[in-house]
């Protein structure tokens, strides 16, 4: 694997994490980034950077951050955001690795890619719905917050420096398997 490679996986691995958050920030982010030239995308993929793709993720991620603020309308976005998240990674991962074969690289996308979104997603759904349990909605906007912000730190982090997007990246993923073995065992 080149050097190049290894960068785009950490890239596509990191913004898949981050769409776990938030669907289209991540794809924003990557549409900004390929639109000013930071990064360079797959030939299929380079519609991602064009100025139609660019307004319509920017529209979508504004639409989606203040909608995620709305208690039981955020309920409502997390029945629909652990599968859009696992496209939305499998998408990030194929338009950033390079140099793969193409089995490989669909592979990863699914399984890095997508896996990583929709197991974030997925968590982040259960912890807004137990917060809107416990607390009426109250602190769910606060639970937005605090994922809008990762969203935005693991896109950046990703696009401009993908090999400590990696290492949060395990940092997250180990959070989220404390939290599941803790509540796990409060059920049983």
């Known amino acids: 694997m080149t050097p190049?490679?290894?960068?785009?996986?950490?890239?596509?691995?990191?913004?898949?994490?981050?769409?776990?958050?938030?669907?289209?920030?991540?794809?924003?982010?990557?549409?900004l980034a390929a639109y000013f030239d930071v990064w360079h995308l797959n030939e299929?993929?380079?519609?991602?950077?064009?100025?139609?793709?660019?307004?319509?993720?920017?529209?979508a991620t504004l639409v989606e951050i203040v909608a995620y603020f709305i208690p039981y309308i955020d309920n409502l976005l997390d029945s629909i955001a652990v599968p859009l998240a696992g496209i939305a990674g499998t998408i990030v991962m194929l338009s950033t690795v390079a140099d793969l074969d193409p089995v490989i690289t669909w592979s990863l996308a699914i399984i890095a890619g997508g896996g990583t979104a929709a197991a974030i997603a997925g968590t982040s759904g259960t912890t807004r719905l137990a917060s809107t349990a416990t607390t009426a909605g109250v602190a769910n906007p606060v639970i937005s917050t605090l994922e809008t912000g990762t969203s935005v730190v693991m896109s950046v982090v990703s696009i401009f420096m993908p090999f400590l997007a990696i290492i949060l990246v395990i940092i997250i993923l180990f959070i989220i398997?404390?939290?599941?073995?803790?509540?796990?065992?409060?059920?049983?």
């Open 44 to 59: 299929s993929w380079q519609w991602i950077g064009s100025t139609t793709a660019l307004i319509t993720l920017g529209v």
């Open 4 to 31: 190049e490679t290894i960068i785009s996986l950490c890239l596509g691995i990191g913004l898949a994490a981050s769409v776990g958050f938030r669907v289209f920030l991540p794809l924003f982010a990557l549409s």
């Open 177 to 188: 398997l404390k939290l599941y073995k803790k509540f796990k065992r409060a059920k049983g």
